[in-house]
């Protein structure tokens, strides 16, 4: 069976240097083996949550989500930090995507799922604080969270022409992070 990643970041803007890192992890997930879709979040603007708003319908991106994920065994996530945590829109997506809420935890659409969570930032310590608050909420969610999340710190000037990372040590971490998703979601063991 098909094992496909599911790739976004949790920022919009244009320049996102997340944005960056996800595509980057997305070719990475291709060479090694396995299949990714990049999507952008932009392209599926959803209200803030509001649980009126769902009782009146599921908004048409949200569904659209829904359909997307529910085709993919894995998650590659790249999440800026702000304020030390993740952003509103990485959280309102996933918790649009935790609707409808299920009794018992871990029979969403999310369950079973694998998550790889990586981090990129302008500053020097890489987003390193948001970074478990992800690993955790996506737990909560049902994922089964890859340990070891990268972060890139400096991210600004990390990338160069071509979208790779100027750092080779820092590419093969990224590369290291890929593989363990690839092998896990084809083997489904850790
Ligand atoms: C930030 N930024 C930031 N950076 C960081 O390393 N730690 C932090 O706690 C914060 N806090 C923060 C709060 C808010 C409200 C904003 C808008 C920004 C800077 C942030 O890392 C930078 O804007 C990134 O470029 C955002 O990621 P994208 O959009 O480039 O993917």
Request: charged residues 20%; aromatic residues 6%.
């Amino acid at each position: 069976s098909t094992q496909k990643v599911l790739v976004f970041a949790g920022s919009a803007r244009e320049a996102s240097l997340n944005k960056q890192l996800a595509k980057l992890g997305a070719k990475r997930i291709e060479a090694l083996g396995g299949e990714a879709t990049f999507i952008d979040l932009k392209d599926y603007p959803c209200p803030l949550f509001d649980e009126d708003i769902e009782t009146q319908g599921m908004p048409e991106n949200v569904v659209k989500l829904r359909e997307i994920l529910a085709e993919h065994q894995g998650v590659l996530i790249a999440s800026p930090e702000y304020n030390g945590f993740i952003t509103p829109l990485l959280k309102n997506t996933l918790d649009w995507l935790s609707r409808p809420y299920q009794e018992t935890p871990g029979l969403g659409l999310f369950a079973g799922k694998w998550a790889a969570l990586v981090g990129a930032s302008p500053g020097g310590l890489g987003g390193i604080r948001a970074l478990p608050l992800g690993q955790q909420l996506l737990a909560n969610l049902g994922l089964i969270v890859l340990p070891q999340p990268l972060s890139l710190p400096k991210a600004g000037s990390a990338f160069n022409d071509s979208g790779a990372l100027n750092d080779a040590a820092t590419g093969q971490k990224l590369d290291a992070l890929c593989q363990r998703l690839v092998d896990v979601m084809a083997n489904n063991h850790p």
